[in-house]
């Protein structure tokens, strides 16, 4: 009897310090968060192999000056599958903004006729106005986000009427319990001249701004991502005054966006894309300020990178160190994979 006596308190003590670790498990639990990857890929020129009637452009055709056909069609395709799945690091991207794509077909194309299609991808994607024939898109894993709404929003130059570029992708999603605004750009290209052309990427970023603008007004609080390639740098006054995206360190008002592509020493390589000697930072990823509060969904700090695997890189004999493994370089195919690297952040939600 004194034996059970004794026993007792040191059973219910037991039973008391494992009820704490259960309780204790089970916070832990419910505050771990679900992570997940958000991409954007300069793919370079992935066209099918039909002539488009409706474009005067059609160099990527077999009888074209590009002699696309589809043996090259087939490796495009599956280099952009392998780059996709090597930058998800052995878990597939919840979401991937391309631009430099020909249509919805090659992105159907993408996600059911390559391994992609074991990952329940959709993709989203509107025709544009470029003379080229090219256009943004994105692909989205259906069992990570639920698509709320898209649409174009079309680049209009008020001095010239005739003036035909990519349109801006805009998607939202609903991620678990928050809404999240995601923007795919193509800027202006640099063709012609940088200073020439500054006008026209200065009006993308004042388009864009406004618009992101609409729903900030609304709703203040709104987890905003913009991703793609800009045709200028984290410098520039497109990025900087145009659409208002700064440094972390130097954000000072609210409604100023965060852009997470400022230092190459934070992203695992110096640049995007190479122009002879040196290295460029065209291709970011800009967020909001909601993003990086750290409730609900939000951007993992430090997660930003530059996706530069050796695979992507050739050596470059003219300018010295390495280049990238592109598909053509000039009219001259060399079967690689594309002109730019691709870029990377990692998202979390949190259970509050």
Not at 25 to 31: C, K
Not at 77 to 101: H, S, V, Y
Not at 186 to 199: D, I, N, Y
Not at 334 to 345: E, N, R
């Amino acid at each position: 009897m004194l034996f059970k006596l004794r026993f007792w308190p040191a059973f219910f003590k037991f039973i008391l310090t494992c009820l704490f670790l259960l309780f204790l498990f089970q916070e832990l639990i419910a505050q771990k968060s679900d992570s997940f990857r958000i991409a954007f890929y300069n793919v370079e020129n992935f066209f099918d192999t039909e002539i488009d009637s409706t474009r005067e452009y059609n160099a990527f055709t077999p009888d074209g000056e590009q002699s696309w056909n589809f043996y090259r069609y087939r490796k495009k395709r599956t280099n952009l599958f392998k780059t996709i799945m090597a930058a998800g690091e052995g878990n597939p991207i919840a979401l991937i903004g391309m631009c430099e794509i020909e249509n919805d077909k090659v992105l159907r194309d993408l996600i059911l006729s390559t391994p992609l299609k074991n990952f329940d991808y959709q993709y989203v994607n509107y025709p544009s106005p470029d003379r080229r024939g090219i256009d943004v898109g994105l692909i989205y894993q259906r069992s990570k986000m639920r698509l709320i709404a898209s649409e174009p929003i079309a680049l209009k130059d008020p001095e010239n009427e005739q003036f035909r570029s990519r349109d801006i992708l805009y998607a939202s999603f609903l991620v678990q319990t928050d809404t999240l605004h995601v923007y795919i750009n193509h800027w202006p290209s640099r063709w012609g001249g940088e200073l020439p052309t500054k006008r026209l990427r200065m009006l993308a970023a004042q388009t864009l701004r406004k618009h992101v603008d609409s729903i900030s007004l609304v709703h203040p609080e709104a987890k905003v991502i913009i991703m793609g390639d800009f045709n200028d740098k984290p410098t520039d006054a497109s990025i900087l005054k145009g659409l208002q995206a700064l440094a972390s360190e130097e954000v000072t008002e609210p409604h100023q966006l965060v852009n997470l592509f400022t230092n190459p020493a934070e992203l695992g390589f110096e640049g995007t894309l190479k122009h002879q000697y040196d290295w460029q930072i065209f291709d970011m990823i800009i967020v909001s300020q909601a993003l990086l509060k750290n409730t609900g969904l939000s951007v993992i700090e430090g997660s930003q990178r530059i996706f530069a695997p050796d695979f992507l890189f050739t050596d470059d004999e003219r300018y010295m160190g390495k280049k990238l493994y592109r598909t053509y370089v000039g009219p001259r195919y060399v079967g690689g994979f594309a002109d730019h690297l691709p870029v990377f952040v990692d998202l979390e939600f949190v259970n509050e």
